[in-house]
């Protein structure tokens, strides 16, 4: 997923606005079709994080929604289209509710904690339905080739390199030991995070996540962390 926080920005890279005055007339088709394509996407990304984004159709969508077919054909271009986007609205979703809260801790082993306990909320809320959108359909597309899977591998490929960056900060700042291999780390951790969203959602058992952060609290301490730094005594 997508990591970095959008630069706000007012038209081009200095700030410079090169478009039409704030006074400008809105374009009502333009805000309308933002408007649909936003509802299209909220729907889609739900659906595809319980049945997967090959089970998407156009005909379905538009049957629960005030869009038609034509209309959300014209809004992606046909149905690879629309699971791309699909892709890129559950990133950006994901970063809401797990990268964005966990900026608040600071850089190192604090926000890979941080990262660490948002996912695990994110997962127990139900951001989507179907528990973490992107478990759903990395395990759905891992066998395929094409576009949506490029983007699905990114998707995977951004996430674990942020949790590895933090990683390695904290390696840096001394709060990990020296030989910590921080690829091996990141690989730990999604693995526990994964068992438990793929527990909670088979087994109906919310008790998984309290041993996934168990888990990793372990992983992390084996590696000089200390409890303090991970909200707690060690357990």
Known sequence: MTTATPTPSSGTPSGTRTGPPDDAPTDGRRVRGD????????????????????ALTLGSLAARLP????????????????????????????????VVPARAAAPGLARLWALVVRWSEYSRRRVFEGGCFFRTVEVEFDTQDGAVRDAVVAAHR?????????????????????????????FEITAMLNAANDGSLLLGDDAVYTRALAAVRGALESRGAEPAALGGASR
């Open 35 to 54: 408007r649909s394509r936003r509802a299209v996407l909220d729907l889609a990304v739900q659906d595809a994080s319980v049945r997967g984004l090959e």
């Open 67 to 98: 869009v038609n077919k034509s209309g959300i054909a014209g809004l992606f271009g046909g149905k690879e289209g629309l699971q791309l986007a699909a892709v890129e609205h559950a990133r950006g979703m994901f970063v809401d509710a797990v």
């Open 158 to 186: 951004d996430w674990t390199s942020y949790l590895r960056r933090h990683a390695e900060l904290a390696v840096g700042a001394g709060e990990l030991a020296a030989d910590t291999d921080v690829d091996q780390l990141a």
